[in-house]
Nanobody, 116 residues
Framework: QVQLVESGGGLVQAGGSLRLSCVASGSTFRISTVGWYRQAPGKQRELVATITSGGNTNYADSVQGRFTISRDNAKNTLYLQMNSLKSEDTAVYYC??????????WGQGTQVTVSS
């Protein structure tokens, strides 16, 4: 079982920045694809960005060029640097870890609120 604990959310003005962190337990972090998803009120959860064990990244079009995903395998930690934040980025952000189809884990989420 993998536990994921997010931190770094909060209230920020439009145009500002936040850095989210997600610390994973266990020994499978370094071989897992990990990523960030978000869910705004009344909307479905959507992909924000993912990063593979080899460092390949994938971003949603809506955040491309503004957000940067990275990982530190030595610290079992995933990051999301969010710049030029917009009101539409307001959501609960969830950390995700996927080793295979049967071993997928989620964090409890951290709230990000962007005021316009």
């Amino acid at each position: 079982q993998v536990q994921l604990v997010e931190s770094g959310g909060g209230l920020v003005q439009a145009g500002g920045s936040l850095r989210l962190s997600c610390v994973a337990s266990g020994s499978t972090f370094r071989i897992s694809t990990v990523g960030w998803y978000r869910q705004a009120p009344g909307k479905q959860r959507e992909l924000v960005a993912t990063i593979t064990s080899g460092g390949n990244t994938n971003y949603a079009d809506s955040v491309q060029g503004r957000f940067t995903i990275s990982r530190d395998n030595a610290k079992n930690t995933l990051y999301l640097q969010m710049n030029s934040l917009k009101s539409e980025d307001t959501a609960v952000y969830y950390c995700n870890s996927k080793l295979n189809l049967w071993r997928v884990y989620w964090g409890q989420g951290t709230q990000v609120t962007v005021s316009s």
